[in-house]
């Protein structure tokens, strides 16, 4: 596009402006809310013209850039109009005038539009229909219509006040998602990002099945940090799948694997991708309580991929890494890496805990990522080369922030636009309707609602989307919100790899050179606890804390036991190969240790004793020694 400067230069400086509006309204405080939300919306849309510029080989090139300059135009002129009139439209509330009218809608449809360019069509088709279906609902008949609203009044909601696309979901964007990325991308940049791999390497080398370990190790603390699969198996898998297939897997297990591994990143706390965010700030729980409350389910989860692995291991006799492939350990007990790693960690964590807000934990983690990075020069020269570090953060986080910016941006009009009319009412007695007022039922309708409109969408873009139009329904059922948002969010990470359109295996399958579709059996195979665990949050509310300390150690040690049987019916191997026989009781033993009575978890003992014993190599423990 015709500027004075570089792309690249101009994208930097533009994330500097960003960075220092939101460093300052972390130190000082912000300016009132939708002047602030407006103003990082200008400079996301200008940073999301030069790294997401309109690509289509029908319009020559000149038409292209004046339509991308014609996008940032139109941004900035809805942005400059809410600022400079931001007093009189909150003490003056009312139909907007035509400049208004007509400014909204270009904004609503520019958002939409780096919404499209960033994560596909998903969003710009949805909020198409439902501003269709509020705009015609008068005329549409029974129980799917509604009163009707008129154009103004819709613009006057999304672009005029707090509901819409200035709402919650932007502010949790300015106030904290920006901060994390900003962390994020400077762990890459730094280099502690490849420290945590090599972490995974050394401690998970060493055991049988190593480099599926290695793999489950590694994208658990990456895909923390990325809050997304796909991009955690391009990262991770890239040395981690042809390892696993070097030493003995094969190729469409290998890819299970890894994108099964990619898949629990956004359920690891402390940070979870952004979601962990999001739900505490949907939930008003503290951020604190609500790491503590997620570490248990990714704790069984892990439990159910470490157990999968490790069977699967023994049963195909993959062993450890080799040693001369594992990392020095002595490399770890240098400052200049497990300073960067742990450090900011700590401080996130230990400010979070004693009570300071988020944004400021954040802000502070990541000065003490930087000083720790910077601190571990050894010469001048090095001092330089770990300068370059800092800018580079700034521009990897560029793509990052645009995506989660307009994510945000449009999961904000769409959420206007379902709370305007009604639509997540509607839907609830939709469900309801069809699952007969019965729990499980409609648990399954709604898990399988939240798979389909997470297909192909961001995880994140996932969870705002369902939340808005299936917690109503939840409501309605007397589930508690925490277990309901729990609920959703563990199925909308379920979306990346769930067979028909499930992303993340399909860059696991390209990687491993196999069949997408046996990839993705496999993947669902060493993910069978992750699809339960929903049902659990429901059932057994003990998994998310709710209920005396007495009461969840049980909870936790009988579905840990349940996650390793089952995971061993699925891999087909528990102390020797298992036959279908053994395999159906080991699968019957775990449901009941599962289930949420106690009665019923004592007949367990009956088919895992029997599976256990029948399992067992008498010939071997009768053998002299």
């Not at 008129?150 to 613009?155: E, F, I, P, T």
């Not at 503290?286 to 409350?293: Q, T, Y």
């Not at 989307?465 to 917690?471: M, P, R």
């Not at 060493?526 to 049980?554: G, H, M, N």
Request: aromatic share 8%; net charge positive.
């Amino acid at each position: 596009m015709p500027i004075l400067l570089p792309p690249l230069l101009l994208a930097r400086l533009l994330m500097i402006c960003l960075t220092g509006l939101v460093f300052y309204a972390v130190l000082f405080g912000q300016f009132p809310n939708i002047q602030q939300r407006a103003g990082v919306l200008a400079l996301v849309a200008a940073l999301g013209v030069i790294a997401f510029p309109l690509r289509t080989a029908h319009l020559p090139t000149a038409l292209r850039r004046a339509l991308d300059l014609g996008l940032l135009a139109a941004v900035l002129a809805a942005v400059a109009y809410v600022t400079w009139n931001y007093w009189d439209i909150m003490l003056n509330p009312g139909l907007p005038q035509t400049e208004a009218l007509f400014l909204g809608a270009a904004l609503v449809l520019c958002v939409l539009e780096l919404a499209r360019r960033t994560i596909g069509w998903t969003f710009a088709i949805l909020a198409a229909v439902f501003a269709v279906y509020a705009l015609s609902g008068h005329l549409l008949p029974g129980r799917i219509g509604h009163g009707g609203v008129s154009a103004s009044m819709m613009v006057d909601m999304l672009f005029l006040s707090t509901d819409g696309l200035w709402g919650q979901v932007m502010d949790i964007f300015v106030t904290l998602l920006i901060l994390f990325v900003l962390f994020s991308s400077l762990m890459m940049s730094t280099g502690a990002g490849q420290s945590m791999i090599d972490l995974a390497k050394l401690f998970g080398g060493r055991m049988r099945g190593g480099p599926a370990k290695i793999a489950v190790m590694s994208s658990a603390m990456v895909g923390s940090m990325t809050g997304s699969s796909v991009t955690n198996v391009a990262m991770t898998g890239n040395f981690t799948i042809p390892m696993m297939i070097r030493l003995g897997y094969r190729p469409a297990v290998a890819g299970g694997i890894e994108a099964t591994a990619s898949s629990g990143g956004q359920i690891t706390p402390p940070l979870m991708g952004a979601g962990l965010f999001l739900m505490a700030e949907f939930l008003g729980i503290d951020l604190g309580r609500m790491m503590l409350i997620a570490l248990v389910p990714a704790f069984l989860f892990y439990v159910g991929v470490l157990s999968s692995v490790h069977f699967e291991s023994l049963r195909v006799g993959v062993g450890r890494l080799p040693p001369e492939e594992l990392p020095e350990a002595a490399r770890f007990r240098r400052f200049e890496t497990w300073g960067p790693l742990l450090l900011p960690f700590a401080v996130l964590i230990g400010m979070v805990l004693h009570g300071f807000s988020v944004d400021l934990a954040i802000f502070a983690a990541i000065l003490t990522l930087a000083a720790a990075h910077l601190a571990a020069a050894r010469s001048l020269a090095d001092l330089k080369a770990r300068l370059r570090a800092l800018p580079q953060a700034l521009d990897d986080a560029v793509k990052p922030l645009v995506t989660l910016g307009a994510l945000c941006a449009a999961a904000g009009i769409l959420i206007g636009i379902i709370g305007f009319v009604g639509i997540g009412v509607k839907f609830a007695d939709g469900v309801l309707g069809l699952a007969g007022g019965h729990l499980l039922p409609a648990l399954l309708l709604a898990g399988l609602v939240v798979i389909v409109i997470g297909m192909g969408m961001p995880t994140t873009a996932a969870y705002i989307l369902a939340v808005s139009v299936i917690a109503t329904a939840f409501t309605q059922l007397g589930i508690p919100e925490l277990s309901s948002h729990m609920f959703i969010f563990y199925f909308a990470t379920l979306s990346a790899i769930t067979p028909p359109v499930c992303a993340a295996v399909f860059v696991a399958a390209g990687l491993a050179n196999a069949p997408w579709l046996a990839t993705a059996l496999h993947t669902v195979r060493f993910a069978a606890i992750k699809y339960l665990l929903p049902f659990l949050f429901i059932f057994r509310p003990e998994l998310l804390l709710q209920a005396d300390w007495a009461s969840v150690t049980i909870a936790i040690a009988l579905c840990a036991l349940a996650t390793v049987l089952i995971s061993a019916a699925f891999a087909g191997y528990l102390l020797r190969p298992l036959g279908a026989l053994q395999r159906a009781l080991l699968l019957a033993g775990g449901a009941l240790l599962l289930w949420p009575e106690p009665q019923v978890n004592l007949l367990a003992a009956l088919p895992l004793g029997v599976a256990l014993v029948s399992n067992a190599d008498w010939r071997a423990l009768r053998r002299p020694t």
